[in-house]
């Protein structure tokens, strides 16, 4: 899924008129890139409404590119994700919980998992371990015989989950104002170059003032 933010030709003319000698391309290129960062904010809250997927996981599998001069684009990609990135219990190897009170192990628990909220599952066999000394813990299952290979349980990508939920319907909810906040953004920044560029020139006529 990407998504483009642009400038229409007629925004275009208009804002050439706005800024006169001002460069239109730099205020084009900020609102676009601005209202991209907004779109990828929404994206990830809106996931997040309905799959346990951590924050942080969910912007890794968001980015922020650009498109020609002046356009952005907010496109969902990366990886699976392992299991361990939504919610799920046990969180710590066994070896690492609490013993029970003759100090030997707890019985092992199966590990409960939940991708989308309200909807827990099982994996059999699945157990939790650190891959090395002091990295987090992972949920992993031996596969095939002779227990073996040894392989990280993962769950679905950022844009599969994206598309688990109505993707026509998410986007729209996403995108919805998007045209009217990119307006925003194209007058804000004209505003600050414009200041930017008033201040400039105040600069110089109190240093020619000064003799300087």
Same mark, same amino acid.
């Given at each position: 899924?990407?998504?483009?933010?642009?400038?229409?030709?007629?925004?275009?003319?208009?804002?050439?008129?706005?800024?006169?000698?001002?460069?239109?391309?730099?205020?084009?290129?900020?609102?676009?890139?601005?209202?991209?960062?907004?779109?990828?904010?929404?994206?990830?809250?809106?996931?997040?409404?309905?799959?346990?997927?951590?924050?942080?996981?969910?912007?890794?599998?968001?980015?922020?590119?650009?498109?020609?001069?002046?356009?952005?684009?907010? %496109? =969902?990609?990366?990886? /699976?994700?392992?299991?361990?990135? !939504? #919610?799920?219990?046990?969180?710590?190897? +066994? *070896?690492?919980?609490?013993?029970?009170?003759?100090?030997?192990?707890?019985?092992?628990?199966?590990?409960?998992?939940?991708?989308?909220?309200?909807?827990?599952?099982?994996?059999?066999?699945?157990?939790?371990?650190?891959?090395?000394?002091?990295?987090?813990?992972?949920?992993?299952?031996?596969?095939?015989?002779?227990?073996?290979?040894?392989?990280?349980?993962?769950?679905?990508?950022?844009?599969?989950?994206?598309?688990?939920?109505?993707?026509?319907?998410?986007?729209?909810?996403?995108?919805?104002?998007?045209? %009217? =906040?990119?307006?925003? /953004?194209?007058?804000?920044?004209? !505003? #600050?170059?414009?200041?930017?560029?008033? +201040? *400039?020139?105040?600069?110089?006529?109190?240093?020619?003032?000064?003799?300087?």
């Amino acid at each position: 899924m990407a998504v483009d933010i642009s400038i229409d030709p007629q925004e275009w003319t208009q804002l050439e008129k706005l800024l006169g000698t001002i460069d239109a391309t730099k205020v084009a290129k900020r609102a676009t890139k601005d209202v991209a960062k907004t779109v990828r904010t929404r994206t990830a809250r809106r996931i997040q409404k309905d799959f346990t997927l951590k924050y942080g996981d969910v912007l890794k599998g968001i980015k922020v590119g650009t498109t020609g001069q002046t356009g952005s684009r907010v %496109e =969902l990609n990366g990886p /699976r994700r392992s299991l361990h990135s !939504f #919610r799920g219990s046990p969180k710590k190897p +066994r *070896s690492e919980m609490s013993r029970t009170k003759s100090g030997k192990l707890r019985k092992a628990r199966t590990y409960r998992y939940e991708i989308e909220k309200g909807r827990k599952r099982e994996a059999p066999a699945a157990f939790v371990q650190r891959p090395h000394m002091g990295s987090q813990p992972l949920p992993f299952k031996r596969m095939g015989r002779g227990r073996l290979p040894i392989v990280v349980l993962r769950g679905p990508s950022v844009p599969a989950v994206w598309q688990a939920k109505n993707r026509n319907y998410v986007a729209k909810d996403v995108l919805k104002g998007t045209r %009217e =906040l990119l307006q925003q /953004r194209i007058r804000g920044q004209a !505003f #600050r170059l414009i200041q930017q560029q008033m +201040r *400039s020139t105040g600069r110089q006529v109190e240093r020619l003032a000064a003799g300087v």
